[in-house]
Structures are given as C-alpha cells and as structure tokens.
C-alpha cells in the first residue's frame, strides 16, 4: 500500500512537472519572441540611410548591431545586399514579412532560414516605398529551449523523488493508522465508529458483517440445540416406549410360559386368559396412541368450521357414566354456536383428553368446571393437582401425576402431549394451573 502510494505521488508529480515545464517552455518561448521582436524594432531606429544599398553597407550595418544579420531590398523585394549570404539571392517578395512592408510599412515573422540552416526572427521596414530594410537576429525554437532545460529538470526530478518518498512515508502513516486502528478494534468488538466520516461506511459495513455473522452464529447455535434437543427427545421417547411395553409384554410372556407348562387349575388358565387379553389390549392401545401423536407432524389436512358448543355437550354426555360413578360433578359452562376453525376429530381430542383426565385425576365426590366461549376453553377440576417440581413436566410425553393411574383408562401419559401439540399447529396457547392436593385449570386461548 505504501509503495503503491509512493508510486502514485510520484507519477502525479513528475507528469505535472513534465507539463508545467512544457507549458513555462512555451510561454518563455513566446516572451523571447516578443522581446526579440523589440530589439529588432529598437536596431532598425539605428538606421538612418548613410548606408549603401549593397552587401559592404549591409555588412557595416551589421557590425553596428552586433552582428545582426542585414538584408537591403528595393521595392519589388529584389536583394541588394546581405549581411551573411553573398551569392545572388533570390527574391524575397512571397516572405511574409517582405509583404507586410511592401503594404503596411512594417512586418515581422519568425522561421527557419533556408539559406543559413536555422531560427531567425526577421523584421522589415519600408522606407519612403524605395528601400526595404530587414534585420533578423538568431533565436531557439520551443522544442530546443525545452531540451535546454531537462538537465535542471532532471535535478528537479531528483528532488521531488526525495520529497515523494517522505511525503508517501508520512501520507501513509496518517491514511492507514485509523484505518488499521479501525480493523483492530473491528476484529476485537461487535459494533465500533470511527471519528473520520470518510472511514464511518466503513465501520458501518464492518458492524452489519459482524451482526450478520453474529446472528449466522445464533442461527447455528439455536440448529445445534434444537438438533441436541431432538436426539434427547428421540432416545427418551424410544425409552419410555420401551418402558411402556415391557409391561404387558412381560405379562403376556410370563402367562404363556405358564400356560405352555401345564398343570394350572381352569380358575388359573381363566385368570391367564384374561391378563393376556387384557394386556394386549393395553399393548394396542398404546400403539394406537403412538401412531396417533406421530401422526400429528405430518398432519396436513385443512381446517373448517366446527360447532365446538356442540361437539362438547356431546363428549360431557359420552363421559358422565364414568363421573357418577365416582360421584364427580361436570359443571357445563357452554356458551351456545361457539365456532371454530379446526376439525371435528382434533376438538375432540382436546376436550375428551382434558376432561377425562379432570375425572380421572379427581377426588371422590369432587366436581369438573367445563367453561367454553369465544375467547377459549377451560377445564377446571378439585382433583389431586400437580406438584411444583412436575409443573413443567405435564405436557411431556409418558408423564403421568400420580403413577398409580399408569395404564388404566389407556393412560400412558400421551393425552396432553397430543392436546399441546394440536394447539401449537393451530396457533393457539395452551397453559395450566395447579396447586397440589386442590385441583388444576387447564386454559386453552383460541
């Protein structure tokens, strides 16, 4: 970076050298001429006419102006005498300077002389319209002055090469400081400014690739612990299915070990019979129940309208006789035509799981609140209620309160996990209540 600098300064300032120098060149050029053309003006008041019209009186002419070159002409442009050629010359009427005396009195040009082989400046006066007097001095062209120059150039050159490498030396150190500072304090900090409005974008587009990376990090993360949360969920479920079936698997084994052997009495045999049956049963309904929870994930069927007033007088009635047999009161607090978005077997779920449990979990002559409206279901009961440490416990899967109903009824400690899963997908919130040894309220806001 600081040799790209150094080099850069150094270009800029030996092309603006180069120009500058052409550009002096030129307007020195040009005061020379200006200047060349007075002293020519300044010689020619030398003359007074005491000269002969020849090439001796031009050569004395001469010799009064320093050498100056001299040349006499008649009227018509024909040389009579010059100071520097000789030879006949020929005539000189087409020189525009020649011209502009012949008709204006005076004229001036600047070229190449092609009888000497160089630069002259050549000024002409008319005298009385009989003689033409011409004096011309040597001069440099503009490209000879230039090439005149280069060696003070080259040590101008020389001198700024030396003030490039310092003013590069010290440019740098003040462009880069904050600009590595700015790096360093990007790398070590999330969010970082910069008194220097030039370099802020910078530390804008620094802090939002920081927020980006930041929050690819949290992203990564959060994928991290849902897939760790995951494998835990996975192995824990596979445990508690195995826990579940070992059971009446074991029972199922142990009776037809039995029976296999023989010599069991028939009240036995019958007492065999039934378990097995009874524990088949249990088995398939556990499995029913795994289908039905994993089913729910790839559940994409679309909702309707569901008369869920209805639906839930229906499922109280269904689930009375089990009530009265323990004495247990439903209170209906239903308001009338409450519609929701969702499908029958689904409400269904959710109502039944919950007011069966307010029954099953309930004490001896205790009473069920079943409260339904716009805003959402309620299912109160004065049942044996859930302990603090188990709290967050009851919408997990395979997780019952009191163990002592583990299997009855098809218990297995699914019914809430599916009722909070069928929430979820529908957008609602569900929530419990509870203290121990009173009862729970179970709310579920639409």
């Given at each position: 970076m600081k040799l790209r600098i150094w080099l850069l300064s150094l270009g800029?300032?030996?092309?603006?050298?180069?120009?500058?120098?052409?550009?002096?060149?030129?307007?020195?050029?040009?005061?020379?001429?200006?200047?060349?053309?007075?002293?020519?003006?300044?010689?020619?008041?030398?003359?007074?006419?005491?000269?002969?019209?020849?090439?001796?009186?031009a050569k004395a002419f001469s010799e009064k102006l320093n050498g100056a070159r001299v040349t006499f002409m008649n009227a018509q442009g024909n040389v009579l005498g010059d100071s520097m050629a000789s030879d006949d010359l020929e005539n000189h009427s087409d020189r525009s300077e020649i011209k502009d005396a012949i008709f204006n009195g005076e004229g001036f040009a600047m070229r190449g002389s092609s009888t000497l082989g160089k630069n002259m400046v050549y000024y002409c006066k008319n005298f009385d319209g009989n003689v033409l007097v011409r004096i011309a001095i040597f001069t440099d062209t503009d490209?000879?002055?230039?090439?005149?120059?280069?060696?003070?150039?080259?040590?101008?050159?020389?001198?700024?090469l030396v003030l490039c490498a310092v003013i590069a030396f010290v440019s740098t150190h003040f462009i880069l400081t904050p600009v590595k500072k700015l790096a360093a304090e990007a790398a070590a900090n999330p969010d970082v400014t910069s008194k220097y409005a030039e370099l802020q974008p910078i530390a804008d587009i620094l802090n939002e690739r920081n927020r980006n990376i930041q929050r690819q990090m949290d992203e990564i993360q959060a994928e991290k612990e849902l897939v760790e949360k995951a494998r835990v969920s996975k192995d824990e479920f596979i445990s508690n299915v195995t826990h579940e079936m070992n059971t009446p698997l074991t029972s199922i084994h142990g009776y037809a070990e039995l029976l296999r052997a023989g010599g069991m009495t028939e009240s036995q045999k019958d007492t065999a019979y039934k378990t097995i049956l009874a524990q088949s049963e249990r088995l398939t309904n556990l499995i029913a129940c795994i289908i039905n929870y994993s089913e729910l994930?790839?559940?994409?069927?679309?909702?309707?309208?569901?008369?869920?007033?209805?639906?839930?007088?229906?499922?109280?009635?269904?689930?009375?006789?089990?009530?009265?047999?323990?004495?247990?009161?439903?209170?209906?607090?239903?308001?009338?035509?409450?519609?929701?978005?969702?499908?029958?077997?689904?409400?269904?779920?959710?109502?039944?799981?919950?007011?069966?449990?307010?029954?099953k979990y309930n004490k001896e002559g205790g009473s069920v609140t079943a409260t339904l409206n716009y805003r959402g279901l309620t299912v109160e009961d004065t049942g044996i209620g859930i302990a603090e440490e188990n709290m967050s416990k009851v919408f997990s899967r395979f997780f019952t309160v009191d163990k002592s109903h583990g299997g009855k009824n098809g218990g297995f400690g699914l019914g809430l996990a599916v009722v909070k899963k069928i929430c979820q997908k529908s957008g609602w919130k569900i929530s419990v209540e509870s203290k121990l040894g009173e009862g729970s309220k179970f709310t579920v806001e639409f």
């Open positions: 800029i300032t030996f092309a603006c050298l180069f120009v500058f120098s052409f550009a002096a060149t030129q307007v020195y050029y040009k005061s020379s001429i200006d200047d060349s053309k007075e002293y020519l003006r300044v010689y020619m008041n030398a003359y007074d006419g005491s000269f002969s019209l020849d090439e001796q009186g490209w000879s002055l230039f090439a005149k120059s280069l060696p003070i150039l080259l040590y101008f050159f020389i001198l700024v994930d790839s559940d994409e069927l679309p909702p309707y309208p569901v008369d869920f007033s209805a639906l839930a007088r229906e499922t109280i009635s269904a689930l009375k006789p089990e009530a009265d047999k323990r004495k247990i009161e439903i209170i209906e607090k239903i308001d009338d035509n409450v519609t929701v978005m969702s499908r029958h077997e689904r409400l269904s779920e959710i109502f039944g799981n919950l007011v069966r449990n307010a029954i």
